[in-house]
Every structure is written in structure tokens, then in C-alpha cells.
T-cell receptor, first 118, second 113 residues
Framework: GAVVSQHPSWVICKSGTSVKIECRSL??????MFWYRQFPKQSLMLMAT?????????EQGVEKDKFLINHASLTLSTLTVTSAHPEDSSFYIC??????????????FGPGTRLTVL | KQEVTQIPAALSVPEGENLVLNCSFT??????LQWFRQDPGKGLTSLLL?????REQTSGRLNASLDKSSGRSTLYIAASQPGDSATYLC????????????FGGGTRVLVKP
């Protein structure tokens, strides 16, 4: 089955530093990857949609200069939280879309990355 | 704007009892609906996907129904086991070409041995 990995699985950093999270599709090529954010006991909120080779599309209210997304290849997308602050502490989950034909594509989710900003 | 609601937010049952989890959505114009399982601190595992033209899907002890016109889906888990303890999320997809999933808040399930 399709596997999506994230690295690191957890990270603790000091306020003001930048943190990079990687999302990889291990056994398939993903033309689109999605980044979600999840606060404790809450659901997933879509942050941005990342297409290989083009700029990411951010959801309303998500600061693109704060959350930098790079989708450099068909198997890797990165999310960089710049100048992180305690309010950025959250669980970040990526998903990768396997496109077959319109309507049959499936999203596979990564295991998530827990970010704690001190 | 699509809104997805899951009630109850938390549920505790003794082992062996059947589980009934509810998901409602405000805009009935959906392409499909998906149920996921999330263990604490982990990612999502897809359980069942129901296309808008379908009424139900079954996989083992799991059965999901969809009533698109009333904006509701129900996930049934038969003969619950402690290993079923997790958070269950439903998500709707708006169109065939649309990528974005809108998630419900989830139902946290605890199955007591």
C-alpha cells in the first residue's frame, strides 16, 4: 500500500527559530501534497495545498511567509515554520495525493509531526 | 461553506457492545465521504470511503451508511474491542475535481475491557 512518511516525528525548539518538516511519499509519486494542522482534541485544518514544481496554495488565514512550503519533487514536500512561537505548537500532518483519474484519486496521510515551541 | 459535525465528541462503551458514530454535513452536494481512524499522536488511517451514489460500504466489522439528502453518515462498529479505542473522523469531498477534504471534529472512542 501507499506509504507516506514524515520527519521528524517530533521536535522541540526555542522561540524564534525555524523548523523544517519533511513529507515523503515512499512508494509512489504524488503530484499534490497537503499540509494540515491539528490542535489537541480538535480536527484537522487544511493549511495549504502543494503541487510539485509550483507555488503552494494557502487557505484563508494561513500566513504564507510564516509557513513556507516547498514541493521540489514528486516524492518530497517540506513545510518550514519560520520564527516559530509557542502558538505554533501543534501536530502537523501531511497527505499525498495519488492521481489516477478525476474522482478516483486518494489521499494517504503521514504519521504527523508534533512541534513544541518553548 | 461546508461544515461537518460529529456527535458525540466522546463515547465510552464496554467491550462487545456495538458502536454507532454519527457525522453530519451542511452541504449535501458532496462527491464522497470518508471515515478515518486516528490513534493518539498518530496520523490517519482510512477505514471506509462512500461515493455519493452509494448508500453504504462494509469492511469486516465496520459498516458506514450515507444519506446524502439529509446530510448524514453513520459508522457502525460491531462487537467492539479494546483495540477499537481511537478517534474516528469523517471527512467530505466536495467534487470529483476538488482536492480538499473538510473534516469533522472527531469522536473519541474508549472501549473498556
Amino acid at each position: 500500500g501507499a506509504v507516506v512518511s514524515q520527519h521528524p516525528s517530533w521536535v522541540i525548539c526555542k522561540s524564534g527559530t525555524s523548523v523544517k518538516i519533511e513529507c515523503r511519499s515512499l512508494d509512489f509519486q504524488a503530484t499534490t501534497m497537503f499540509w494540515y494542522r491539528q490542535f489537541p482534541k480538535q480536527s484537522l485544518m487544511l493549511m495549504a495545498t502543494s503541487n510539485e514544481g509550483s507555488k503552494a496554495t494557502y487557505e484563508q488565514g494561513v500566513e504564507k511567509d510564516k509557513f513556507l512550503i516547498n514541493h521540489a519533487s514528486l516524492t518530497l514536500s517540506t513545510l518550514t515554520v519560520t520564527s516559530a512561537h509557542p502558538e505554533d505548537s501543534s501536530f502537523y500532518i501531511c497527505s499525498a495525493r495519488v492521481f489516477q483519474r478525476v474522482g478516483t484519486d486518494t489521499q494517504y496521510f503521514g504519521p504527523g509531526t508534533r512541534l513544541t515551541v518553548l | 461553506k461546508q461544515e461537518v459535525t460529529q456527535i458525540p465528541a466522546a463515547l465510552s462503551v464496554p467491550e462487545g457492545e456495538n458502536l454507532v458514530l454519527n457525522c453530519s454535513f451542511t452541504d449535501s452536494a458532496i462527491y464522497n465521504l470518508q471515515w478515518f481512524r486516528q490513534d493518539p499522536g498518530k496520523g490517519l488511517t482510512s477505514l471506509l470511503l462512500i461515493q455519493s451514489s452509494q448508500r453504504e460500504q462494509t469492511s469486516g466489522r465496520l459498516n458506514a451508511s450515507l444519506d446524502k439528502s439529509s446530510g448524514r453518515s453513520t459508522l457502525y462498529i460491531a462487537a467492539s474491542q479494546p483495540g477499537d479505542s481511537a478517534t474516528y473522523l469523517c471527512a467530505v469531498r466536495p467534487t470529483a475535481a476538488g482536492n480538499k477534504l473538510t473534516f469533522g471534529g472527531g469522536t473519541r472512542v474508549l472501549v473498556k475491557p
